[in-house]
């Protein structure tokens, strides 16, 4: 751990303040905000304000020069690979909350590698593994298996799965695991207490903590986030912001990437209570690329593919293509495991159910952007850039 936590500092943010200002910012700040070699956070308000939206060119035209300068023109592509359903949390706006009755699986660990096998053979090299928190059916040990069953598949392996303690990352560390993701959802307190309302997330200041102890245990890569549309999206965007500076400080030897999800559609029909629009969506990603240039931008299938094609030039460095929410979406893997669950308890599938013969698991939302890597990946070109399907590091350090 950190000899300073975020969650102190996080704390004494003033971020009613900073939002009432970003709503005041006049288009002069917004100038000279954009032009700063090293933007504040006072500045970085003023690039998500209403005044800033009307100068959304200017804006665009400096996110797309600091992308270019720092990263070139290159997309890095990855794909999830989701390996469980279940969970023990109820969050709202989740498809796999605890007491959504949907079809639940967990894949074995030969099922996970023929998943990634699956993508592999479509070029990924860089593969997220997704699972929803239930210590049950996703142990340490199986993560860990999981991971080192991979590992000669493929160099890049990340995870995205429920909070651990340092000694546990320390093992996924040793078992190959690179990268850990894990977004706070909303940074808003009280709303994240409405959202969760039963499960270990409920703890706000320990997911808070989360990327600090993945880095203690030897993560070289932290990737955090917030999901747009459950509170004030500028609010949201500055207390992300102010956590990715903080990473950037005490975490330094660890690549940090940001992602800026939408709430999508899924089991549950939870409606966003604050959706953000395309517009505000597009002036969010050139803030944070004028204020994290050196920081990797994510976008995933959750946006359709037009915008995605629009944001590319302007600031997104890593893409998700061809993705599945649910286990066993690449492959059909799990299947003949299915269970029905509802309010946490597992509910037997009786043979009159027939409809169920060629069902597969929940996803954990829709996608938006249903086009294959391969399509994905020629647009990039269009687009004039490079899809990248390995490594970063490997692909600049390898020889000639």
């Not at 751990?1 to 700040?29: G, H, I, R, T, W």
């Not at 199986?142 to 995870?159: F, H, K, M, N, Q």
């Not at 999206?233 to 400080?249: F, G, K, P």
């Not at 509802?342 to 952007?369: H, N, Y």
């Amino acid at each position: 751990m950190q000899d300073v936590s975020f969650v102190a500092e996080f704390s004494n943010l003033p971020l009613k303040d900073l939002v009432s200002a970003s709503l005041a910012a006049s288009s002069e700040a917004v100038e000279r905000s954009v032009a700063q070699p090293r933007p504040s956070l006072d500045d970085f308000a003023r690039l998500i304000s209403p005044a800033a939206s009307l100068q959304l060119e200017q804006l665009s035209q400096r996110s797309a020069q600091l992308t270019r300068q720092r990263f070139g023109k290159v997309i890095r592509l990855f794909a999830p690979i989701y390996l469980s359903n279940e969970c023990i949390n109820n969050c709202k706006y989740c498809g796999f909350s605890r007491d959504n009755a949907i079809l639940r699986v967990t894949l074995s660990v030969d099922e996970v590698v023929a998943e990634a096998r699956a993508l592999t053979s479509q070029g990924f090299r860089n593969l997220l593994l997704v699972a929803g928190e239930h210590p049950k059916f996703v142990s340490l040990d199986y993560l860990r298996e999981c991971v080192a069953a991979l590992l000669c598949e493929l160099p890049g392996i990340s995870l995205e799965v429920g909070p651990l303690e340092t000694h546990a990352y320390v093992r996924l560390v040793q078992a190959g695991a690179e990268g850990l993701v894990v977004y706070q959802e909303t940074y808003h307190r009280s709303v994240y207490a409405d959202m969760h309302t039963s499960g270990p997330k409920r703890d706000f200041e320990w997911r808070l903590e989360t990327p600090q102890r993945a880095y203690a245990a030897g993560f070289r890569r932290l990737g955090i986030g917030a999901l747009f549309g459950l509170a004030d999206w500028r609010l949201e965007a500055i207390s992300l912001a102010a956590h990715a500076a903080y990473l950037l400080r005490h975490c330094w030897k660890a690549q940090l990437t940001v992602s800026l999800p939408r709430l999508r559609p899924c089991a549950g029909e939870f409606a966003p209570p604050q959706p953000i629009t395309d517009r505000e969506l597009v002036q969010l990603v050139c803030a944070f690329r004028i204020f994290l240039p050196d920081a990797g931008l994510v976008l995933s299938t959750r946006e359709p593919a037009r915008l995605r094609n629009g944001l590319i030039p302007l600031g997104i460095t890593l893409m998700s293509a061809g993705s599945h929410t649910e286990p066993g979406g690449y492959t059909g893997a799990g299947r003949e495991h299915l269970h029905l669950t509802q309010r946490g308890r597992i509910v037997p599938l009786t043979e009159s159910a027939s409809e169920w013969a060629a069902a597969r698991a929940t996803g954990q939302f829709d996608i938006a952007d249903a086009r294959s890597p391969a399509e994905v990946a020629e647009t990039i070109r269009q687009l004039g850039f490079e899809p990248l399907w390995k490594d970063w590091d490997a692909a600049l350090s390898a020889p000639g």
